[in-house]
């Protein structure tokens, strides 16, 4: 992976395609029988397979190239990642608690002590139920920032060790799960979180400079024929959690091998989108979903619903930030955190 002005361009390329299929991925109808078996339903649950294992993933390449945690002490460290995660958790949920749940409802009867609970602590049941990485982003933040904080100063290859000891331990969390509730996100950090120390060790291995001369054709090849095993893989064994595991880190390393071969492309590009991504994947949701109540209330089918949502959720979001930094006087440290604005 290669750095340039601080920024790796690998990562910019994998956090933008990241987010365009995970926008694909709720680009569909809340009724999901209307195309159950199509092509367009397959390529959906396949997306789920590693679309947020790749962000976890791209999120541990970035804590071990972070230096802000090295010279910082570690409670500013978790204080920033906190503004950043939990603002827009927060100030969304609360912003649309009430006329999303109506909407949902059809009464306010949905309106108790339990309803609220959940929506604050269990983050598949928050107001925006995709909203479940941002706390559960946080808790992973906590854990493997502290693993980053400790291992620090040590050598390179013992880092590696330790890393790889983590990886093996993590994985094993997504096998056989101790326990299984949604409460404060403990199902997902069991699926997610091996994903973290996964990148820190490919970033530490990476760090050590391991000059490998390969053909410019080998990383496509590369790409494909992965991409042909992940697809095999969720055809044949789709059911079986190993599986999916092995799909999700086929499409890791194939969607990387796609972003060495566009290391050198589209720069510009690719830089915008990744330095807006967290604001596009928020938002992107909302945007989907006033537009899906729009697009259903006309009767119009899942042909017209997924490509409609996918350019709303894709589109709005950029306008929003575009309008935003147009108007200056809009401009404060509270509204970037809640706009997710770097």
């Known amino acids: 992976m290669t750095a340039q002005n601080s920024r790796i361009k690998e990562i910019d390329i994998l956090y933008s395609i990241g987010a365009i299929l995970a926008i694909f991925g709720h680009s569909h109808p809340n009724n999901w029988s209307s195309f ?14 590693f679309h947020m ?24 460290f978790i204080k920033e990642k906190a503004l950043k995660l939990l603002t827009p958790y927060l100030v969304l949920t609360v912003l649309a608690f009430i006329p999303k749940g109506y909407l949902e409802h059809r009464s306010f009867e949905f309106i108790n002590v339990k309803f609220i609970v959940s929506a604050l602590f269990n983050p ?14 946080f808790i992973c933040y906590i854990l493997f920032g502290l693993l980053k904080k400790s291992i620090s100063k040590l050598d390179t290859n013992v880092q590696i060790v330790i890393l790889s000891v983590c990886v093996l331990v993590f994985a094993l969390f997504v096998l056989y799960p101790p326990f299984n509730t949604d409460w404060f ?3 997902d950090i069991f699926h997610f979180a091996f994903y973290i120390p996964f990148g820190m060790l490919l970033g530490n291995l990476n760090q050590k400079h391991v000059k490998i001369k390969i053909s410019h054709v080998i990383p496509p090849l590369c790409s494909v024929v992965l991409l042909m095993l992940a697809v095999l893989g969720y055809v044949f064994f789709y059911n079986d959690v190993l599986a999916r595991f092995t799909i999700s880190l086929l499409m890791i390393f194939s969607l990387l091998s796609i972003a060495f071969s566009l290391r050198n492309k589209l720069e510009n590009i690719f830089g915008f989108l990744s330095k807006n991504i967290f604001t596009v994947y928020i938002y992107s949701w909302p945007f989907q979903s006033v537009a899906l109540i729009v697009l259903e209330k006309l009767g119009l089918s899942w042909e017209i619903c997924a490509p409609v949502m996918f350019v709303t959720g894709t589109l709005c979001p950029l306008i929003l930030i575009g309008t935003y930094k147009r108007f200056k006087k809009l401009n404060s440290p509270f509204f970037d955190l809640v706009l997710g604005i770097r």
Do not use: D, M, Q
Request: charge should be neutral; proline fraction near 4%; glycine fraction near 10%.
């Open 36 to 49: 159950e078996g199509t092509l367009f339903y397959h390529c959906i649950v396949f997306i789920y397979t």
């Open 53 to 76: 294992a790749l962000f976890f993933f791209v999120a541990g390449v970035l804590l071990i190239y972070s230096k802000s945690i090295e010279t910082k002490p570690f409670g500013t």
């Open 124 to 137: 598949r049941e928050n107001t925006w139920g995709h909203f479940w990485f941002l706390p559960v982003l």
């Open 185 to 187: 996100g403990i199902n």
